[in-house]
Every structure is written in C-alpha cells, then in structure tokens.
C-alpha cells in the first residue's frame, strides 16, 4: 500500500535554528499538507499546497514558516526561526485531489520536533 | 469555526467486547469525515472516510455511521482485541474547506 514518508522522525533543534522537515507523498497525489499537533493536543491544520502554491493556511502558519516542493517528489517545511512552542509532532499528509473520494487524506508517521 | 467533539476522552474494556465512540460537530456543512488511528508516538492510520451523502461505512470489525443533520458520527468495533488499542481521532472537512478539524480522540485499552 502507498505510504508518505517523512524524515527524519525525531529532530532535536536549539531554539532560533532553522529546521527543514521533508516528506515524500504518494507519487500520483496532486494535493499536500502539513498537520501538527502539539503533545497533548488536537491535530491542527498548518497549510496546503497544490499545483506549487499554498491554497489554504491557517493562522498559525506564519512567517516563519514556509512549504517548498523542489522537485517532483520531496515536500518539505521551513521553520525558519524555531521557538521553544513549536516543539510538536509535525505530520506531512497528502490526497489524490482536493476532493478524496475513495482514500481520504494519507498521513505519513509524523516526525518529532523537540527545540530546546 | 468547525469544533469536534469526542466522547469518551479515554475507555477501558475487557477483550471481546463490542463498543461505541463517539464524535460530534458543530456546523453539519460537512463534506466528509474520518475516523483515524494513532498509536503511542507515531503517525496517523485511516480507518474510514465518510462521505457526507452515506449514512455508513464498513471495514472488517469496523463500522462508522454519520447522521450529518445531528451533527453526529459514531464509530463502532466489534468483538475488540487487544491490538485494537490506540487512540482513535475523528475528523471532519468542512464544505469549501480543503483541511480537517480533528477532535481531541478517545483513547482505548483492551484488556486481554
């Protein structure tokens, strides 16, 4: 069965570092996303990105982040600035078209961000 | 704005029982729904995904009923086991929205 795959799975980041987190989705989905969820917390929506733009982001998805497809496979998050709450599980997703009829949205395992 | 709902936060059985968890919403503008899995740590497993025209979908020991006017799903599994342990989190996509809201999840323990 088709996976997303996120690396690394555990990242360890000093505070005001800049963290690139990746992600490889499904190979024919066309629709992406990144979710966090804070320990303890909802799973909360972050942004969307399709045909190499963002389609929706939420409020907290601010200038410090930013989302890349660099080339046809990899999509990654930027934090450019890391503050101790953004320490979270950050899970790539992905979805054959903006509508999923029949799989829904696949997530990837998540990877840790710890920033001390 | 969408808020999701579940009940219980946490419920502990005795292997073979059949149970019920519940997930309810706020705004019944819904296009569809999903009910996920989550183990201790790692990432998140599709269950069943819901359309908001179906009243239910089957997979295995599993089944998910939507009733969208009451802005209510349930999730039922039969004869649980222990390895149905985890936390298990519902999630609706709002019309015209391309994200989900996710609830807060209900942890299972199945005791063998």
């Known amino acids: 069965e088709p996976e997303v795959t996120q690396t690394p799975s555990h990242q360890v980041t000093q505070m005001g570092q800049e963290v690139i987190l990746r992600c490889v989705p499904i190979s024919n989905h066309l629709y992406f996303y990144w979710y966090r969820q804070i320990l303890g917390q909802k799973v909360e929506f972050l942004v969307s990105f399709y045909n190499n733009e963002i389609s929706e982001k ?12 660099p080339d046809g496979s990899n999509f990654t998050l930027k ?5 101790l709450e953004d320490s979270a599980m950050y899970f790539c997703a992905s979805s054959e078209d ?12 998540g990877t840790r961000l710890t920033v001390v | 704005k969408q808020e999701v709902t579940q009940i219980p936060a946490a419920l502990s059985v005795p292997e073979g ?7 309810s919403f706020t705004d019944s503008a819904i296009y569809n729904l999903q009910w996920f899995r989550q183990d201790p740590g790692k990432g ?6 819901i359309q ?15 009733d969208k006017s009451s802005g209510r799903s349930t999730l039922y599994i039969a004869a649980s086991q222990p390895g149905d342990s985890a936390t298990y989190l519902c999630a609706v996509r709002p019309d015209n ?4 809201y996710f609830g807060s999840g209900t942890k299972l323990n199945v005791k063998p």
């Open chain 2, 52 to 66: 908001s025209s179906q009243r239910e979908q089957t997979s295995g020991r599993l089944n998910a009923s939507l």
């Open chain 1, 58 to 69: 939420s409020e907290i998805f601010d200038d410090q982040f930013s989302v890349e497809r």
């Open chain 1, 98 to 109: 903006r509508v999923p009829t029949n799989y829904g949205y696949t997530f990837g395992s």
């Open chain 2, 97 to 100: 929205f391309n994200k989900f």
């Open chain 2, 44 to 49: 998140l497993t599709s269950l069943l995904l």
């Open chain 2, 17 to 23: 029982e059949n149970l019920v968890l519940n997930c």
């Open chain 1, 79 to 83: 934090i450019r600035s890391t503050k």
